[in-house]
């Protein structure tokens, strides 16, 4: 039975826009969901008012009215249900306000060459993007390739990232949604070698960088150097069934780069006196 009227009217009281039982809030496209809290007030119905969790079935019990669904539903578009309800049977146009007290944990999921592969909570609130998400995940593995990272989007969509999309201040920019799933993919280099043998400090099978960027210059380096006997002048590389002759003087004194491949075998011939 009936047993309150209430003038009908818009107000604003703590940054809640009611009216007439419902509510524009803040992030009023925001759609309520199983974890949430929230919190209804009746003017002048104290013992009515309710703070609850929505719970996994996407309902909420409230006085006299019972379960009510509001999951998927807007604060506007729940608070509008109540007003329905509360209206029909019980108040005459009550004056309800219906907040979000807190929100349920959002999660995004970070896989593959990060430190710390596994879930990812997103501040309450806030926006999480791809740089922080993996500052978050203790940042990349040795062998991780930082060009090959892929983003599953939680409605299907697959985005991949890579060269200048890939950088650090490209990633600040690119923000996640609840559910997505993050891939950082492992270097195609690992277990990869090249070879240099002949007149250098240190002979031998070295392991070819990760981000798979070598010139002859850096792989003499890696390899201690020349030696005071070496020909400077006769370099050879033999890559698969290719042989490729060198100068590795010149090339070094006019800084131009000659590109190392995976598997290649370098030799540095020895002076004739």
Known sequence: MRHSFFRSFVSVVSGVLIL????????????????????????????????????????????????????????????????ELYNADYLVEPKITLTVTSYAPEYVDVLGEVKTAGRVKIPSGGRLDLASLFAMAGGFTAEADRNRITVMKADGNVLKYNGSQASEAALQRIFLSPSDRVIVGKSSFVGRT??????????????FPLNGRLDIVAAVAAAGGLTELANPKKVTVRRAEQTIQLDYQSLSREGQKFVIQPGDIISIARRIF
Request: aromatic share 8%; glycine share 12%; proline share 4%.
């Open 20 to 83: 007439m039982g419902g509510v524009l809030a803040d992030n009023e496209g925001y759609l309520l969901k199983a974890g949430d809290s929230i919190m209804m007030k009746v003017f002048n119905e104290v013992e009515l008012d309710t703070e609850t969790q929505i719970l996994r079935t996407g309902e909420v019990s409230f006085p006299l009215i019972g379960s009510i669904r509001v999951e998927g539903l807007t604060i506007q578009e729940a608070s509008a249900k109540l007003y």
């Open 194 to 207: 090249f070879t240099i043998l002949g007149e250098v400090k240190s002979e031998g099978p070295y392991p």
